[in-house]
């Protein structure tokens, strides 16, 4: 599916201004043991079902595995949310592939320019045990929103939407069991403007973290400083870097 199909797909925000700049185991395929996130902190999503790093190096998987990068292996294919609260995607499974989905849906979706809307996703979607993060977000909308000469607070003005579009993930388990996952995303954001014109300077390339704690039957967004403390730095994504597959990365196939 190529980039013009999923943004088309994906569910469009109202934003403002022209310059807008402002997150089970695989199935039938088999090829890729997304559960290798539940065997520790640090673990990352791999091919090989237990870590690369386990395999023998001597063997022909493991040759193969050493120059294999993210545009030469298959899209990690993303989970659809099951259901939605308040604008906010709900019901991904408890496991790595889950967390991923959920992060992914989560900054695909979220109203960067509509406070009120935010607020309300936000109050679903972030940890009764990160309240600060609510404030923390709505007030980076607030100084994006004055960033385009709009005042801090309110809607989304009419006529103007964008798409984000996330294109590849790195996601490594913090701690043991797989319940909090760093999901790292690499994503383009693209806008549309009054005029029905496309955006002249659309971000590309923008890399950002999100940590997800499964809690209370669902992913949720936390900044807990005894996870943000344990947050690791990937290197920068390109589809054709060994060196990117070797750390984790995965190009992504859109759910929709």
């Not at 923390?136 to 385009?148: D, T």
């Not at 388990?173 to 760093?182: A, E, T």
């Amino acid at each position: 599916m190529n980039d013009h199909d999923r943004k088309a797909r994906h569910a469009r925000l109202r934003l403002a201004g022209a310059a807008v700049v402002a997150a089970g185991v695989l199935t039938a395929a088999g090829y890729l043991a997304v559960n290798a996130l539940s065997n520790g902190a640090g673990t990352p999503i791999s091919d090989t079902g237990a870590g690369s790093a386990s395999a023998n190096p001597a063997s022909p998987t493991a040759t193969r595995s050493v120059r294999m990068t993210p545009g030469k292996a298959r899209p990690l294919p993303l989970l659809a949310p099951k259901t939605s609260q308040n604008g906010a995607p709900l019901g991904f499974p408890k496991n790595g592939l889950g967390a991923v989905s959920a992060a992914v849906s989560y900054w695909e979706e979220y109203a960067w320019l509509d406070d009120s809307l935010a607020r309300k996703q936000l109050e679903v979607l972030v940890s009764p045990d990160s309240p600060e993060t609510i404030d923390k977000q709505l007030s980076e909308v607030h100084r994006v929103r004055e960033g385009v000469g709009l005042p801090p607070s309110g809607p989304a003005p009419a006529g103007v939407t964008f798409t984000t579009v996330v294109k590849a993930v790195r996601g490594k388990s913090l701690v043991g069991g797989g319940r909090v996952v760093q999901i790292w995303l690499q994503y383009d954001r693209y806008a549309t403007k009054a005029d029905g014109g496309g955006d002249g300077s659309p971000l590309k390339d923008e890399a950002v973290d999100v940590i997800m704690k499964w809690q209370k039957g669902g992913w949720r967004i936390t900044e807990e400083p005894k996870y943000v403390g344990l947050r690791t730095f990937p290197v920068a994504y390109d589809p054709n870097s060994v060196s990117a597959r070797q750390d984790g990365w995965w190009r992504v196939q859109d759910a929709n």
